[in-house]
C-alpha cells in the first residue's frame, strides 16, 4: 500500500454512460497525475496537477474527460458518454515535489465498456 | 518526438543476474525511473538516475547514460517474486512542467 488510494477499484458501464473515479493522494503531497493504461503497455499520461490547478492536459484526453481538484487534495476524473476504446486501467499517482522524489502509484480503476 | 524502447519480455533463471535494457530519445530529459510492476497492481518505484553511472540499491542497480540515451536495470540473485514487468520512463521537461513518458515495459518471467 503505497498510500494513494483510488475508487472504485472496478467500474463496469453500458457504452455513453458517464462514469466518474476519486484519487486521494498522500497528503502532504500537491503533485497529482492521472494515467491510463492499456494491456501490455506502459501508463501514458492525462493530466497534471499542482495543489488545485491543473497544469497540463495530454492530447489523449478528449473533450468527453474533464478532472477536477477543487481543494488540492483528492481528485475526480469523469468520463462522459464512454466508449468501448476507453476500457483501460486508469491510474492516479502523487509526489511531494522535490527534484528526484518519485510519484507513488494507487491502485488504479480498472474500467470495462460494454 | 519521444520514443522509449525495451524488450518485451525476458526470462531468466532463479539465483541468476538479468539486465534489462532501455534506450530513448526525449526532449527535455530531466532523470529517468525504474518503476516495477505485477500483473493486476500499480507501478512501484525501484530507482532514480539523473547523472551518468551507476546507483546501487540492494539486489537492484541502474545505470544511466545520457550521451547514448541509454540505461540499465540490473537485477541481482534472482528470486521467483521479481517476475513482474519493469518499465522505464524518462522525466521530461516541457512547458515548465515535468511529466513521465513510459516504456511499454519489460515483462521478466522468473522460473526455477
Known amino acids: 500500500d503505497t498510500g494513494v488510494s483510488q475508487n472504485p477499484r472496478h467500474k463496469i458501464t453500458k457504452r455513453g454512460q458517464n462514469v466518474t473515479f476519486r484519487c486521494d493522494p498522500i497528503s502532504e503531497h500537491n503533485r497529482l497525475y492521472w494515467y491510463r493504461q492499456t494491456l501490455g503497455q506502459g501508463p501514458e499520461f492525462l493530466t497534471y496537477?499542482?495543489?488545485?490547478?491543473?497544469?497540463?492536459k495530454s492530447r489523449l484526453l478528449s473533450d468527453r474527460f474533464s478532472a477536477e481538484r477543487p481543494k488540492g487534495s483528492f481528485s475526480t476524473l469523469e468520463i462522459q458518454r464512454t466508449e468501448q476504446g476507453d476500457s483501460a486501467m486508469y491510474l492516479c499517482?502523487?509526489?511531494?515535489?522535490?527534484?528526484?522524489?518519485?510519484?507513488?502509484f494507487g491502485p488504479g480503476t480498472r474500467l470495462t465498456v460494454l | 518526438g519521444q520514443n522509449i524502447d525495451q524488450p518485451t519480455e525476458m526470462t531468466a533463471t532463479e539465483g541468476a543476474i538479468v539486465q534489462i535494457n532501455c534506450t530513448y530519445q526525449?526532449?527535455?530529459?530531466?532523470?529517468l525511473f525504474w518503476y516495477q510492476q505485477h500483473a493486476g497492481e500499480a507501478p512501484t518505484f525501484l530507482s532514480y538516475n539523473v547523472l551518468d553511472g551507476l546507483e546501487e540499491k540492494g539486489r537492484f542497480s541502474s545505470f544511466l547514460s545520457r550521451s547514448k540515451g541509454y540505461s540499465y536495470l540490473l537485477l541481482k540473485e534472482l528470486q521467483m517474486k521479481d517476475s513482474a514487468s519493469y518499465l522505464c520512463?524518462?522525466?521530461?521537461?516541457?512547458?515548465?512542467?515535468?511529466?513521465?513518458?513510459f516504456g511499454a515495459g519489460t515483462r521478466l518471467a522468473v522460473h526455477p
Open positions: 499517482a502523487s509526489r511531494h515535489g522535490g527534484e528526484g522524489d518519485e510519484q507513488f
Open positions: 520512463a524518462v522525466r521530461s521537461l516541457s512547458g515548465g512542467y515535468n511529466k513521465l513518458i
Open positions: 496537477f499542482q495543489n488545485e490547478a491543473q497544469l497540463e
Open positions: 526525449t526532449s527535455g530529459f530531466n532523470g
